[in-house]
């Protein structure tokens, strides 16, 4: 069942408070978004923003002047993302896609450009969804990688944990992602942390992937 108004509301206020709690503990929810994206110089449109959760980074890409389609498996988030995007300008340039990143449906090459932003800590295995990333990117994209640094990570476990949950960590790293982009053919751009974060930037090889394999445990 959708989400309904109240509901929706409901999302909006804690999206809020949350925002709050970060900067307390030190951490600028909007501000990261733009350190990662400054990283990726020439980022071309369209671009794929998987696991855009309620949309953070989408926006961010979307305040840029570049068309976006946000990809989530949660529809309820999307609703969520799409709630928060009061400006209209940036909403009519966002589209949300409920859609398996590993299994994306759409054809090769159709994106200029590819950001996963705080979410490959969120999955068990990385291999189908990376490789996924290099059919959907055209030859000469690029790819933006970024996740929490040991110091984030503590600090959304810290105020996770203050509210009785467990924030999750899987196995799969921004380095460990890096890793097996450059052995698919991509090459590394830009390596760089701030704001709380790890981000690599890659471009998509000019020629199909080597198929590279996932080491043991992702």
């Known amino acids: 069942m959708p989400l309904n108004a109240e509901q929706l509301n409901e999302q909006r206020i804690h999206f809020a408070r949350r925002t709050v709690q970060f900067a307390e503990a030190g ?7 733009e350190f990662i994206l400054d990283q990726a110089r020439g980022l071309a449109g ?16 979307a305040g840029r002047g570049l068309d976006v389609v946000g990809v989530d498996r ?28 590993a299994r994306l449906p759409v054809s090769d090459g159709r994106f200029g450009s590819a950001v996963a932003v705080d979410f490959l800590h969120h999955l068990d295995a990385g291999a189908s ?4 990333l290099l059919r959907v ?12 640094t040991a110091a984030g990570f503590e600090m959304v476990s810290r105020i996770h944990a203050a509210e009785g949950r467990v924030h999750p960590e899987g ?13 698919a ?8 942390s701030g704001h709380l974060h ?21």
Not at 129 to 132: A, F, H, K, T, Y
Request: proline share 6%; charged share 20%.
């Open 27 to 33: 951490y600028d929810r909007f501000g990261a978004p």
């Open 46 to 61: 369209p671009v794929l923003d998987v696991g855009t959760g309620t949309g953070i980074a989408a926006r961010a890409l």
């Open 74 to 101: 949660c529809a309820d988030d999307l609703r969520v993302a799409a709630a928060l995007t009061e400006d209209a300008d940036i909403a009519g340039r966002i589209r949300y896609l409920v859609a398996d990143a």
């Open 129 to 132: 969804v990376l490789m996924e």
């Open 137 to 148: 990117v055209r030859p000469g994209g690029l790819i933006v990688l970024a996740d929490f």
């Open 171 to 183: 196995p799969v790293t921004v380095d460990w992602a890096r890793g097996f982009l450059a052995a």
């Open 185 to 192: 053919g991509a090459a590394e751009v830009t390596l760089a």
């Open 198 to 218: 790890r981000v690599a930037v890659l471009r998509a090889p000019f020629l199909p992937s080597a198929g590279a394999t996932s080491p043991t445990g992702c």
